[in-house]
């Protein structure tokens, strides 16, 4: 049987649903009779609107530098590491020479991939699944989400409160937590070395409230507790000076930052399922966190959470524990061995169960 991951185009850079989607296919490779295909295309989906010319340009620049990557170019070369059994496609028209059927399975990662998915479905008898890592009404609104989620494909999602959505609406989801890969998070020591507040800035997604997290670490700047963020975009202008700032960090860069963050905080109103706060537990810091679904799938007993998004809540949690070492040490302790209790391999083969249990049962 063969597997399918549809992904709306190729990311030039680490982002974290294309993370989790690529070591499900590496594990799920291994599964003897199983073949796994990634297809990375944005440019031929099925959807409500075409992209627009924007859109268009960077799936372009994905695609190019996607083949440079492939074809042995250093300063391309994939961020994303597959197995060499995982078959790797770009456009949609590849499916063709496949011949899907009955025996094959479809999983659409996103609401731009849904009604793909479901088209598959439909003309080729396929099994579908729906791969829930947020509730996606940013990009193509609330209203056509819904509407995907209607659609006759199997729905896990990666975090309770995006499975509860989906009840809502009547429709029934299993849920399947991420992990996150201990190897590459080392804890970090707990000494004068780690002082600083840190946190992710993401300025083109709004729901991450990047404009509230910039005033918490300009705050913090005018009260002299050392600051650091990064993020993939340029240095945002109205961040204090005095924050260090690391645009597109390697990854041995941002383990290093992780471990000499006493605290790093999320302002997210809304994540999926917050990887980048579990990474920073990994090596060490505390967390303190917005009440957003996705950090509470996984903090509830060690993170200090704030409720919504709010400037001066944030600041003076991140100053408690800013102020008192000991505690802070404590809960990053705490939360490294919650981590550690769910392992990335873990997580993959409850994908795998649930994915291809549900295809079994139906042949």
Same mark, same amino acid.
């Given at each position: 049987?063969?597997?399918?991951?549809?992904?709306?185009?190729?990311?030039?850079?680490?982002?974290?649903?294309?993370?989790?989607?690529?070591?499900?296919?590496?594990?799920?490779?291994?599964?003897?009779?199983?073949?796994?295909?990634?297809?990375?295309?944005?440019?031929?989906?099925?959807?409500? *609107?075409?992209?627009?010319?924007?859109? +268009?340009? &960077?799936? =372009? %620049?994905?695609?190019?530098? /996607?083949? #440079? @990557?492939?074809?042995?170019?250093?300063?391309?070369?994939?961020?994303? *590491?597959?197995?060499?059994?995982?078959? +790797?496609? &770009?456009? =949609? %028209?590849?499916?063709?020479? /496949?011949? #899907? @059927?009955?025996?094959?399975?479809?999983?659409?990662?996103?609401?731009?991939?849904?009604?793909?998915?479901?088209? +598959?479905?439909?003309?080729?008898?396929?099994?579908?699944? /729906?791969? #829930?890592?947020?509730?996606?009404?940013?990009?193509?609104?609330?209203?056509?989400?819904?509407?995907?989620?209607?659609?006759?494909?199997?729905?896990?999602?990666?975090?309770?409160?995006?499975?509860?959505?989906?009840?809502?609406?009547?429709?029934?989801?299993?849920?399947?937590?991420?992990?996150?890969?201990?190897?590459?998070?080392?804890?970090?020591?707990?000494?004068?070395?780690?002082?600083?507040?840190?946190?992710?800035?993401?300025?083109?997604?709004?729901?991450?409230?990047?404009?509230?997290?910039?005033?918490?670490?300009?705050?913090?700047?005018?009260?002299?507790?050392?600051?650091?963020?990064?993020?993939?975009?340029?240095?945002?202008?109205?961040?204090?000076?005095?924050?260090?700032?690391?645009?597109?960090?390697?990854?041995?860069?941002?383990?290093?930052?992780?471990?000499?963050?006493?605290?790093?905080?999320?302002?997210?109103?809304?994540?999926?399922?917050?990887?980048?706060?579990?990474?920073?537990?990994?090596?060490?810091?505390?967390?303190?966190?917005?009440?957003?679904?996705?950090?509470?799938?996984?903090?509830?007993?060690?993170?200090?959470?704030?409720?919504?998004?709010?400037?001066?809540?944030?600041?003076?949690?991140?100053?408690?524990?800013?102020?008192?070492?000991?505690?802070?040490?404590?809960?990053?302790?705490?939360?490294?061995?919650?981590?550690?209790?769910?392992?990335?391999?873990?997580?993959?083969?409850?994908?795998?169960?649930?994915?291809?249990?549900?295809?079994?049962?139906?042949?």
């Amino acid at each position: 049987m063969r597997l399918v991951f549809l992904l709306p185009g190729y990311s030039t850079s680490p982002v974290g649903g294309y993370a989790i989607v690529y070591e499900y296919a590496n594990y799920l490779c291994t599964i003897p009779n199983v073949e796994v295909l990634i297809v990375h295309d944005g440019l031929r989906l099925v959807g409500p *609107r075409r992209p627009g010319p924007r859109r +268009i340009l &960077s799936l =372009l %620049r994905g695609s190019v530098e /996607y083949r #440079l @990557g492939r074809m042995g170019a250093k300063s391309f070369k994939p961020w994303a *590491r597959w197995d060499p059994r995982v078959k +790797i496609e &770009s456009s =949609l %028209r590849a499916l063709n020479k /496949y011949q #899907l @059927g009955f025996k094959d399975v479809v999983v659409a990662t996103s609401v731009e991939t849904a009604k793909t998915a479901a088209t +598959i479905v439909l003309n080729h008898g396929c099994t579908g699944w /729906y791969f #829930l890592q947020h509730v996606e009404t940013w990009s193509l609104g609330s209203t056509y989400l819904d509407e995907t989620l209607h659609y006759p494909l199997h729905k896990v999602a990666v975090a309770p409160w995006i499975r509860d959505y989906c009840v809502r609406i009547g429709e029934s989801c299993e849920v399947v937590l991420n992990a996150v890969g201990t190897n590459g998070f080392p804890l970090g020591r707990h000494d004068s070395e780690r002082r600083f507040v840190s946190t992710l800035l993401s300025p083109g997604i709004p729901l991450k409230r990047t404009d509230l997290g910039i005033k918490v670490l300009n705050i913090l700047a005018t009260r002299d507790y050392p600051a650091t963020a990064f993020g993939t975009g340029p240095r945002p202008r109205d961040l204090d000076q005095r924050v260090q700032y690391k645009r597109k960090p390697t990854h041995k860069e941002l383990v290093s930052l992780y471990q000499h963050s006493r605290v790093f905080f999320c302002m997210s109103q809304s994540e999926g399922f917050g990887l980048t706060p579990a990474e920073a537990t990994l090596c060490g810091s505390a967390i303190v966190s917005t009440n957003n679904g996705g950090v509470e799938a996984y903090a509830e007993s060690f993170a200090k959470f704030t409720g919504q998004p709010n400037v001066e809540r944030t600041v003076s949690a991140i100053v408690e524990l800013m102020q008192n070492p000991a505690e802070a040490n404590l809960r990053a302790k705490r939360g490294r061995r919650v981590l550690l209790s769910y392992p990335p391999e873990a997580a993959a083969k409850k994908f795998a169960d649930t994915v291809l249990g549900v295809h079994a049962f139906r042949g």
